[in-house]
């Protein structure tokens, strides 16, 4: 066999596998375009639809996937509708009550678990893990009661109570896994340099573990944001509901559905978690993974 | 500046376990005392225990007169460079080194003269803006060291300090901790696991092994005259060899026998030290570097043995020739220029002022 | 893990110091512990009452009477188990979990590969745009899915209409209304399973594939003898969160169905909200929530113990 054809072929092999390559790689794209564009179907019809007016909604004249004469009635008529802003401010008032409360216990109680250890700590890190597995439909029945027994009914603040029950324990478990990883040399060090432990807390760890921090807190923010079974359970008058419920018993009265504004107040709605994530997607991502890598 | 005094120190782990079994330990003011031995031997036990990061089972430790025992490490008046240099990753240099002289309350202007003279001393003064991860490994360990001497502590602790370095890298840092400590003579209490490091940077060499102290003294006197075959062994590279021999008296003086065909004769100076042992198994030791290419011209007490070579590692300056001497793998170390070559008989001269005559059982050099 | 180090027993105790009353380092080390457990407080506190208080108290309230005024043991339950409504509620719940979970955990792991495949700098983008399914509060987006289902309005409908054919009645026919509350979960949930199967392929050492490669192993050998392998333990907590996170659902039910119709699409948390809450039978809604105690346990007892058991034979 010549040198030339030995080439030749080894430069078709090449070539083959090279095009097998590029196909692959152009297969993936369009199957992934194909996931994105199903995935995105509802959030682009939700756009749609909050432009349209009620009377193009109910006209049902052309194709309902399109808008004709686009308008941002609906998005004014919410913001000046004195309903929503309640509910906008005791959304935030509550979320940010809840990410507050939940990170202080959460660190205080990882930085104790995964460093100090007091008889029974163990079982209590076991404990917290359990804990998150606990979902918010097993207790809200004997928490109705017990919220009830507080005079919380029909109280906005009682969310503030129950959400950090649901943020609180992931919270810890992550940053248990985030404290876990500074080496222990940085705390003796430390030691010997002479800080006690809060100031080993709040000069070491907090700011070592930051990115840990700001994914435990995106993670309150978007439990505490999108919870829906408590308020629809504990709240019924709409100067103590939050987002996700008032907009659903505001919007819909009786028959009547007012899609267009239910859909541009969905999208109110979901403008604090989208522009979060938009922002700090890295972290919003080490969140969701970090609770099954680092367990 | 202080002397520290370690007495009777055990330190024993739940389940009986002791790392340290009771040691004695005198470390003089401005001394380098290097801790040396292999893992597990107790000696990162002992440096965490002087610093006050392990509580100490029984016995008593002493610094500057002051028994320290139940004293907290940051009132120990003490610094610590650990291996992974433990630098807070989200401090500058400066604050690094700084760290411990705010909480200590320090004035401004004091901080920044102890910084920057630190700084000085370890050539890092344009490093002080910037984070941990913007150094080299060279520079981290600086910082860290740097980070002790701003404290101007009483004692100088070093947990292997060096052991995350590469080897070229070592051996530079290796000199600036000597530089380092003639400037600032603090007393230093130097941990690691590498005989080298100890002997080049210590005035005493202490060598443990299994929670206890083999040997205390200063490098030339381990080189020389080990107390027992652990330090015998674990002092000098490549490592002593150790072969079985029987001590016999073959006309006039004494001699050491390998087997039927080695038979090596004692020194005469060393013959009423040996004689003891006259008809016991023994083990004899000798140093690769005393084991050396055959001349014509020899020196008293330097004996022709001819070996069959099985190994031979040109190492450029020297040359490793390895062979079998009843079964056990014996190392010597000749020159280049003798062109020794695997599986040939090659002539090698003992020289026997350098052995070693150690018991079997006690391992105790005679 | 953290008890180790400084904290240890005086068990020899100390011969020469013995007069001093007590060592301040072993204070120090007391006193470190009642911080530890100082700091732990707010969580204990916190648990206790609203996680622990509460699961006890719902066992007491289900073996009351509707008006909570007489102890009847464990007739909430058995009365549950003989109503036909909540046979259907078992058999919805469990098919709504188990299909639901399957349909996540396979597409997750195709997408997951699709993402694999294409270069790491495009990933980001194309990570972002996947994710935003599980960055919508959920009951936000339902609310968009009913639209959509919607039985005079609806968008599907639409285009069926376009290409000839009939209309479906999406939510108004029971296991048409079931499969819709799946898909709706499914479009939710498999965003979860990608970027964990993601973050679990990244994981996976490049050495061995080809490592495999030169064995011989082709693809999907690969796939079945490296990846799958070696990705056991994610797969299997993603399945375990997704499964009870599926299971308790309370949101798209609620919205989409409210469990019609004629009940056919009630899970266990709806149906408690229907009669617990809605129709005030505190101790039947209590009963029927802690139908689903065991089953999670179980679930969670089994992938837990798969779990710490490979853990430790990779540690080992």
């Known amino acids: ?129 359990l804990t998150y597995l606990v979902p918010p439909s097993l207790l809200f ?29 992931f919270c810890t478990w992550i940053m248990i896994g985030y404290f876990s990883s500074i080496p222990k040399e940085l705390d003796e060090a430390a030691l010997i340099d002479g800080a006690g432990y809060l100031q080993m807390l709040f000069k070491i760890f907090i700011p070592v573990a930051m990115p840990g921090i700001i994914a435990a807190t995106i993670f309150a923010f978007t439990v505490a944001w999108g919870a829906f079974l408590y308020p629809l359970a504990y709240l019924y008058t709409s100067n103590q509901m939050v987002l996700t419920v008032g907009i659903i018993s505001d919007l819909i009265r009786g028959d009547v559905f007012q899609w267009g504004k239910i859909m541009a107040a969905c999208l109110l709605a979901s403008l604090p978690p989208i522009v979060i994530y938009a922002f700090l997607m890295d972290y919003y991502v080490a969140g969701l993974t970090a609770g099954a890598t680092k367990g | 500046m202080a002397e520290v005094r370690v007495r009777k120190v055990v330190k024993e782990y739940e389940g009986g376990v002791q790392a340290v ?28 225990m002087i610093a006050g990061l392990e509580e100490i089972s029984s016995g008593e430790i002493e610094i500057d007169g002051e028994v320290v025992n139940d004293v907290p490490p940051r009132d120990r008046d003490i610094a610590m460079v650990f291996q992974n240099y433990a630098l807070y990753p989200h401090m500058s240099v400066f604050d690094n080194m700084a760290f411990g002289l705010k909480l200590r309350k320090f004035s401004k202007e004091e901080i920044k003269k102890r910084v920057d003279e630190a700084a000085r001393i370890l050539d890092i003064a344009p490093l002080l803006d910037r984070k941990p991860r913007a150094l080299s490994g060279g520079q981290r360990q600086r910082v860290a060291m740097g980070r002790a001497i701003v404290r101007n502590p009483k004692v100088f602790l070093f947990d292997e300090p060096l052991s995350n370095l590469d080897a070229k890298l070592r051996v530079q840092m290796r000199t600036e901790i000597k530089k380092v400590h ?13 005989q080298i490091e100890a002997m080049t940077l210590a005035d005493r060499v202490v060598v443990m092994n299994a929670g206890i102290i083999e040997q205390v003294g200063s490098p030339q006197e381990l080189y020389h005259h080990p107390k027992t075959r652990f330090v015998a062994g674990f002092i000098g590279s490549p490592a002593m060899n150790f072969m079985p021999c029987t001590v016999v008296e073959v006309g006039a003086g004494l001699h050491i026998k390998i087997n039927d065909k080695i038979v090596l004769p004692v ?51 020297e040359t490793m020739v390895h062979f079998f001497v009843e079964g056990t ?9 003798t062109h020794a070559a695997p599986n040939e008989w090659l002539a090698l001269t003992a020289d026997m002022n350098q052995m070693h005559l150690m018991e079997v059982d006690s391992g105790k050099v005679v | ?157 639409w285009i069926l209409n376009q290409f000839g054919f009939e209309g479906v009645p999406w939510l108004g026919v029971g296991w048409i209304a079931r499969l819709c509350t799946i898909a709706v979960n499914v479009w939710y949930g498999t965003p979860f399973f990608m970027i964990m199967y ?49 299971f308790a659902d309370f949101d798209i039910v609620r919205i989409l169905t409210a469990g019609g119709p004629q009940d056919n699409t009630h899970v266990f948390a709806t149906y408690a909200f229907q009669i617990g809450i809605q129709s005030g039978d505190i101790p039947l809604g209590a009963a029927d929530s802690l139908f689903m105690f065991p089953m999670l346990a179980f679930a969670a007892f089994f992938v837990l113990r798969g779990v710490t058991k490979r853990t430790k034979e990779i540690a080992a």
């Open chain 1, 141 to 169: 029945i004997p928490l109705f009661q017990i919220v009830g027994m507080l005079g919380l009914i029909n109280s906005v603040w009682c969310l503030a109570l129950l959400y950090p029950t649901l943020a609180v324990p």
């Open chain 3, 198 to 246: 993601l973050a679990a392929l990244k994981s996976v050492p490049e050495q061995l594939y080809e490592a495999a490669s030169i064995d011989g192993a082709n693809s999907v050998q690969k796939l079945l003898f490296v990846t799958l392998p070696m990705m056991r333990n994610i797969i299997s907590i993603t399945v375990l969160f997704s499964l009870i996170v599926t």
């Open chain 1, 1 to 129: 066999m010549s040198a030339t054809t030995m080439e030749s072929r080894a430069a078709k092999r090449a070539n083959s596998l090279a095009r097998q390559r590029v196909w692959a790689l152009w297969g993936s794209y369009i199957a992934l375009g194909v996931f994105v564009i199903i995935f995105l179907v509802p959030p682009f019809y939700t756009i749609i639809t909050s432009l349209k007016t009620s009377a193009e909604i109910s006209a049902q004249s052309g194709s309902p996937w399109m808008v004709k004469d686009p308008t941002l009635e609906n998005f004014w008529y919410l913001i000046t509708y004195p309903n929503f802003q309640i509910y906008y401010l005791n959304s935030v008032m509550i979320t940010v009550l809840t990410v507050v409360i939940s990170m202080v216990i959460s660190i205080l109680a990882a930085f104790s678990l995964s460093r100090m250890g007091f008889w029974g700590s163990q079982a209590l890190s076991t404990g917290v893990f």
């Open chain 2, 182 to 194: 003639q400037t600032v003579k603090t007393t230093t209490v130097y941990v690691t696991h590498d």
């Open chain 2, 267 to 317: 020194p005469p100076d060393r013959v009423e030290r040996y004689r003891p042992f006259k008809n016991k198994k023994m083990i004899f030791g000798l140093r690769p570097e005393h084991l050396f290419e055959y001349t014509e011209q020899g020196k008293p007490g330097w004996t022709r043995v001819d070996m069959l070579t099985d190994v031979v590692e040109p190492m450029g300056m």
């Open chain 2, 329 to 337: 793998a014996i190392c010597a170390r000749v020159d280049p220029a």
């Open chain 2, 21 to 48: 079994k009771g040691i004695d330990l005198d470390i003089k003011d401005h001394e380098f005392v290097v801790l040396v031995g292999p893992s597990g031997c107790g000696k990162s036990t002992t440096l965490r």
């Open chain 3, 1 to 157: 893990m953290a008890v180790g180090a400084s904290v240890s027993t005086n068990t020899t105790g100390r011969r020469d110091g013995g007069s001093q009353p007590k060592s301040s380092l072993k204070k120090f080390s007391q006193r470190r512990s009642t911080i530890a457990f100082a700091l732990c407080l707010p969580l204990i506190l916190l648990v206790s009452a609203f996680v622990i208080y509460p699961a006890f108290y719902a066992l007491y309230l289900s073996m009351l009477n509707k008006k909570m005024t007489a102890f009847v043991g464990l007739n909430n339950f058995t009365f549950l188990l003989k109503r036909n409504t909540f046979q259907l509620v078992i058999y919805q719940s469990c098919l709504f979990a188990i299909s639901a979970v399957l349909i996540k955990a396979l597409l997750g792991f195709i997408i997951a590969h699709l993402m694999h495949n294409i270069p790491g700098k495009n990933q980001r983008i194309w990570r972002g745009l996947l994710l935003v399914p599980w960055v919508i509060p959920l009951a936000l987006s339902t609310l968009t899915w009913w639209w959509m289902f919607d039985s005079s309005y609806s968008a599907f409908n």
